[in-house]
């Protein structure tokens, strides 16, 4: 990311919004979890809120740069997050020790989608769940998403539509793959995919 849009997103108040981890909490029971990694912290906002919703839950943080991190901003639960620099298709993670893995707004902009969704099957417990919140790829704003993102964030940036996850989940040997939009937005802009390691 070029540091003038990092010192851009580090102000934005809609970068802090914790609406997506809601809703994906709201659909999957993590009472019992234990270690939930989120993928792509940002300022660190989303897993200070996971740290609060998930209090007997120890919350792992990566992300390629800290450079966006505010962690004295940060009201933590209990456990406060550890943060940890790696990139996402290689994640320094021990195999099968997480509860859920989420990516909240990230997955667009990562390299190597397929590696990333074989890491994240590969620290997963069995029955552990995947989470992904992002564009659907369908979306009518998904290409000038895409434009803006390619022209100020990253090259790489993909919308990716249901199918594609589908497959990518499929291939990391990942099960029950489902697509929720909130309710009255299902031809929304945001989806939210769910599925469970086998
Ligand atoms: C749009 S931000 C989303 C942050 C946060 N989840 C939120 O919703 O506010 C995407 C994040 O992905 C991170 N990122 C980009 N490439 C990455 C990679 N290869 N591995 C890990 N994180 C990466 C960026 O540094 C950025 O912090």
Not at 10 to 19: E, G, H, K, Y
Not at 71 to 78: D, K, Q, S, V, Y
Not at 135 to 162: K, N
Request: hydrophobic share 45%; glycine share 6%.
């Amino acid at each position: 990311m070029p540091s003038l849009f990092k010192r851009i997103f580090a102000r934005l108040p809609m970068a802090r919004s914790t609406r997506a981890y809601d809703f994906a909490l709201a659909h999957v029971d993590l009472s019992q979890a234990e270690r939930v990694l989120e993928i792509g912290a940002g300022q660190g906002y989303g897993a200070a809120h996971l740290s609060r919703a998930l209090p007997h839950a120890q919350i792992f943080s990566v992300d390629i740069t800290t450079e966006c991190l505010k962690p004295e901003r940060l009201e933590t639960g209990p456990h406060p997050p550890i943060f940890i620099q790696a990139t996402a298709p290689a994640l320094p993670l021990s195999s099968k020790s997480m509860d859920a893995v989420i990516l909240v707004m990230t997955f667009h902009c990562l390299p190597q989608p397929q590696q990333v969704f074989n890491e994240a099957a590969r620290v997963l417990k069995p029955g552990g769940v995947l989470i992904l919140a992002d564009v659907d790829g369908h979306h009518w704003m998904a290409r000038p998403f895409e434009w803006v993102e390619h022209a100020f964030i990253s090259p790489l940036t993909h919308a990716y539509t249901p199918e594609e996850l589908a497959q990518l989940a499929e291939r990391a040997g990942l099960r029950d793959f489902r697509v929720m939009r909130r309710p009255g937005k299902e031809r929304g802009f945001m989806m939210w995919v769910f599925c469970v390691s086998a």
